[in-house]
């Protein structure tokens, strides 16, 4: 970490991810998702997309600073958090900063035969392209979009990396 503000940035993810960690285990996501926003429409230009942004484009620096800080905060916590933990953090870090994401909630046949036939996964993006999740993202269909009113929506965002 270079200066203090990385110190507070990744403190902040730290705390975030633990208590989302706890919400998603303990309480009925009913219950807490309207922080990740209000369930909205998936955009007509999404379908029959398979590949999600996985690589961010070009971002704004909060957009880059609240990527950071999740990912050094996942480095130092002794669990994994889960990708939802994560997006929502991420969510919750950027209206902090002014800025707003998308929640995206995806999911996908699951190839090896487990029992469980579906795969689910959540990632967030900004304005220019994954904050969290977006590498793990491939060949997931988006199933629920989360958007923040009077924020960044799902409409302005391309999918795919064309």
């Known amino acids: 970490m270079h200066n203090w503000r990385d110190y507070i940035s990744a403190g902040e993810a730290l705390w975030f991810l633990v208590v989302f960690g706890v919400a998603q285990r303990y309480i009925p996501m009913s219950w807490w998702s309207g922080v990740l926003g209000r369930n909205a429409h998936i955009p007509k230009h999404w379908q029959g997309v398979e590949k999600a942004i996985t690589m961010q484009r070009g971002s704004n620096i909060k957009e880059r600073a609240v990527a950071i800080a999740i990912r050094r905060a996942c480095q130092r916590l002794p669990f994994k958090p889960t990708c939802l933990a994560q997006a929502s953090a991420g969510q919750i870090m950027l209206r902090h900063r002014g800025r707003s994401g998308v929640v995206v909630i995806g999911l996908r046949r699951n190839p090896v035969s487990t029992g469980k036939n579906w795969e689910a996964h959540a990632w ?4 220019f392209g994954a904050v969290t999740g ?10 629920n979009v989360f958007e923040i009113p009077c924020g960044l929506s799902a409409n302005e965002i391309l999918l795919n990396n064309k």
């Open 134 to 143: 977006g590498e793990n993202a491939h060949e997931f269909t988006p199933t």
């Open 124 to 127: 967030l993006l900004g304005e």
